[in-house]
């Protein structure tokens, strides 16, 4: 089992209904950068505002906040993930729509909220966490590997979403 070297905890609260166009906005604009950038990950206006709303009203997303109110982080926790895993969807905390604002990077925020997924994983008395990545997106399958996650198998994309044909589902084991 592998552990992140310890970082500095991150404050997440909950997402509300409210924040559904504020993280759909963050969304689009890192989708953007993705487009311009060659990276088929994902792709602007493709998550509806009302789909992201009824997930945060699940309690499925969290957000690091500023003082000011400016969600500058933001990710989604769910515990069964059937449309990426299929077969071999267990129990486990899986991540996904783990977004930076692009003004907030270098503080290491991604590893801090992957960090506060496997907490409340653990919590949840899982001891596995898992996320998908494009398979294609070689600096972020390079990343995750750094946090201590390992590549499963590369499979793909669900024909609901968009962006790329095939993803690499990837687990890290939580001690």
Wanted: glycine share 8%.
């Amino acid at each position: 089992m592998v552990d992140s070297p310890a970082l500095e905890p991150l404050e997440m609260v909950p997402a509300t209904t409210a924040d559904a166009a504020a993280l759909i906005a963050l969304r689009d604009r890192l989708a953007r950068w993705m487009v311009a950038n060659g990276i088929a990950q994902w792709l602007p206006g493709e998550y509806p505002v009302a789909t992201l709303a009824r997930e945060a009203a699940r309690g499925e997303w969290y957000v690091q906040r500023e003082p000011t109110g400016e969600v500058v982080a933001a990710v989604r926790l769910v515990w069964h993930d059937p449309d990426f895993w299929g077969a071999d969807e267990i129990e486990a905390g899986y991540v996904h729509g783990l977004m930076v604002a692009p003004g907030h990077r270098g503080r290491s925020l991604g590893a801090r909220i992957l960090a506060f997924c496997a907490e409340r994983t653990r919590a949840r008395g899982l001891d596995r966490q898992r996320l998908d990545t494009a398979a294609d997106n070689r600096a972020l399958r390079k990343y995750y590997a750094a946090q201590g996650f390992i590549e499963l198998r590369e499979t793909t994309l669900p024909p609901q979403f968009h962006g790329t044909d095939r993803v690499v589902l990837m687990e890290k084991l939580l001690a």
